[in-house]
């Protein structure tokens, strides 16, 4: 059951729902995601056969706008995994108080072993065949785990064509030459980054070279990361690793250089200076900050109680149990939670589809005073609640997020 990210993700809308008294018949709603589709999308592919894949989008809520989230490609894609991913985008945007709801969406499928091609032709079928539950005014999708501005440039053709007009603002994350914004591609990592130097602040430590950090996952989160924390807040990455293994370096790793190693080489395994470890003896490095920026479920129950970081940002989504969570707060490990963390990402998406939507676009320091000016401010309000409840800062952005969408479920009343 641990392993579920679809019950994980019940368990903490619960705890939430008692924490701030939420009227059972609304908890009842949030349980479940407003739609769901499945389809089947049959591709020809490069050798003349044809493979059928599984395509999935839930939209978890619309009560305060279009929803909004990521779609990823992997092997690993499941019905709860997306309806979990749905739910978390839905508080995210209501922790940073965005206009949307949440959704999430996913293909089952190996990118890796795709002719670009063969992943042209899946996204856009997967593009028409949800292609009604999509809008700029009804849900919104941007990147997530293997699907980069490329994919997204694929989505808005492709729905573009459907519906016979050019519409910038149907997906985020897309090429700055067809709508994207500044900042986009960083938004994410330069937020948790900023979500960092305000908790440290909180604790009373300046972050710099005595801050020692680890990271698991070096993709478009991770070692975003590696390079604001390591370069401009001067921070000493310590650990890094990926899904092939992890590096590490008590004297401090060079995050511009190891990313530049990643991209020739696949992976930050084998990093000129470094000694090779396992995932496992990441998560339990003897560090100041531990970045989660990999996939769910990273930090359960088995582990949590070798973890010796005294703070841990959570990067990716889900990647802290509820089990582990409780074992966590025992040992006085503060988590900043993901929906807090790494809403840098969608806030950027929001400013992309402002963008789109007046045809008027902003300049790179525009996008990041902005950004640093929402997250830090939905940060302090997390902080603050957390502090006048007494509860953990995850409880605290459920409470602010579980309570800004039930107010809005209530004054709009339930339909018919
Ligand atoms: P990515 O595909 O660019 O990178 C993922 C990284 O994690 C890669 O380095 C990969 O090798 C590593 N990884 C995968 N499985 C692993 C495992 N089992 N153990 C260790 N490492 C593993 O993806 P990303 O966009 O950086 O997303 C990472 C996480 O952040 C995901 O949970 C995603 O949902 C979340 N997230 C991403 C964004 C965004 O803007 N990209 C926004 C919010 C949240």
Same mark, same amino acid.
């Not at 950004?371 to 940060?379: D, P, Q, S």
């Given at each position: 059951m641990e392993e579920n990210p679809y019950q994980n993700a019940l368990k903490q809308l619960e705890i939430a729902a008692k924490? =701030?008294?939420l009227e059972p018949w609304i908890h009842e709603i949030l349980k479940h995601c407003m739609q769901i589709s499945v389809v089947s999308l049959p591709i020809k592919m490069d050798d003349g056969t044809v493979k059928v894949f599984t395509g999935y989008r839930a939209q978890h809520s619309t009560a305060l706008g279009p929803s909004k989230g990521g779609i990823r490609y992997s $092997?690993? @894609?499941t019905m709860d995994e997306i309806k979990a991913l749905s739910m978390w985008m839905t508080w995210k945007c209501a922790v940073a108080e965005l206009p949307y709801g949440g959704? #999430? &969406? &996913? =293909? @089952?499928?190996? $990118?890796?072993?795709l002719s670009r091609g063969e992943l042209e032709r899946l996204t856009r079928r997967y593009t028409y065949a949800i292609i009604n539950m999509l809008g700029p005014k009804k849900d919104v999708p941007a990147p997530d785990i293997n699907t980069d501005k490329q994919v997204m440039a694929w989505i808005m053709d492709s729905y573009s064509i459907g /519906? &016979? +007009?050019t519409t910038l603002g149907v997906v985020t994350g897309k090429p700055i030459s067809i709508g994207g914004s500044q900042g986009r591609e960083c938004a994410t990592g330069r937020g948790l980054s900023y979500v960092a130097r305000e908790i440290c602040k909180k604790l009373g430590v300046a972050l710099g070279p005595e801050t020692t950090v680890a990271i698991q996952g070096y993709g478009n989160v991770g070692s975003v990361v590696g390079v604001i924390l390591g370069q401009e807040m001067g921070c000493k990455i310590v650990g890094v690793s990926d899904i092939? !293994? !992890? @590096?590490?370096?008590?004297? !401090?790793?060079d995050p511009l250089l190891l990313k530049k190693h990643k991209n020739e080489t696949g992976s930050v395994v084998g990093f000129p200076g470094t000694q090779d470890i396992t995932n496992e003896e990441l998560l339990a490095l003897d560090c100041d900050i531990l970045v989660p920026a990999a996939v769910e479920n990273q930090i359960t129950k088995k582990n949590a109680r070798n973890v010796r970081a005294k703070l841990i940002i959570e990067g990716a989504n889900g990647p802290t149990t509820t089990e582990a969570d409780a074992i966590l707060e025992k040992e006085g490990i503060i988590v900043v939670p993901d929906i807090l963390a790494n809403s840098g990402g969608v806030i950027v998406s929001y400013f992309e589809? @402002?963008?789109?939507?007046y045809s008027y676009f902003w300049?790179?320091?525009r996008v990041n005073q902005e950004? +640093?000016?929402? =997250? /830090? #401010?939905?940060?302090h309000k997390v902080y603050n609640l957390a502090q006048e409840k007494d509860v953990s800062l995850r409880t605290a952005a459920y409470m602010l997020a579980v309570g800004r969408i039930a107010e809005a479920i209530r004054v709009r009343g339930l339909y018919p």
């Open positions: 924490q =701030i008294n $092997p690993d @894609v959704a #999430k &969406g &996913g =293909i @089952v499928c190996d $990118p890796k072993k /519906v &016979g +007009e092939m !293994g !992890g @590096v590490y370096n008590p004297n !401090g790793i589809w @402002v963008q789109d939507l300049d790179i320091d950004l +640093e000016r929402h =997250i /830090v #401010k939905a940060f």
